[in-house]
């Protein structure tokens, strides 16, 4: 006598669609806003729970988006695919950070100039910010501060009418 047993799914992926791309390892590439390139964003899952999201119009954290799917164990051969790009891009960018760290990915570093950190500094000098970082950042905030303060109405929340007096805690005694 055969006993035939049916697996039940624990829970079910509702969300195949179109949009979703399998990548292997429990990877899936989900596209927001269009279809590959099309796409203004992506969000990686793994297991259906999302691990990043970037924002596609952003070139650095896409190449940081890509290196970092791989090294979670997704295909290069379907992450291209579904982005648009090539195997061989990947494969630079991979070997960017392998010899640059994300200094190399976030500079534009290129491993056929050169693969010395400092002769690529050398060469993207006029690229990096100069400088003391702190004040940049302040100057970058008061700025972004005095823009919201120019977006914003002002509002009397006084309550004070002519011929009232008011009285401090101490007069109250």
Not at 39 to 48: D, K, N, S, V, Y
Not at 73 to 91: E, M, V
Not at 106 to 116: H, L, R
Request: glycine content about 8%; hydrophobic content about 35%.
């Amino acid at each position: 006598m055969v006993i035939h047993m049916q697996q039940n799914v624990l829970f079910k992926d509702d969300k195949k669609n179109n949009k979703q791309v399998d990548l292997g390892s429990g990877l899936t590439l989900e596209f927001v806003g269009g279809q590959g390139k099309q796409a203004e964003t992506l969000i990686l899952f793994r297991q259906g729970v999302m691990v990043k999201k970037v924002d596609q119009s952003d070139r650095t954290a896409r190449r940081l988006f890509v290196v970092e799917a791989i090294e979670l164990g997704a295909g290069r051969t379907d992450l291209a695919r579904a982005l648009g790009i090539s195997r061989q891009t990947i494969h630079n960018w991979l070997e960017t950070k392998e010899y640059f760290g994300t200094e190399g990915l976030t500079q534009g570093y290129s491993v056929g100039q050169s693969k010395s950190r400092r002769k690529q500094r050398e060469i993207h000098q006029e690229k990096l910010s100069c400088g003391n970082k702190a004040k940049l950042v302040a100057a970058i905030r008061a700025k972004d501060r005095e823009a919201s303060e120019d977006r914003q109405p002002h509002l009397d929340f006084t309550f004070a009418k002519e011929g009232v007096v008011s009285i401090t805690a101490e007069e109250q005694v």
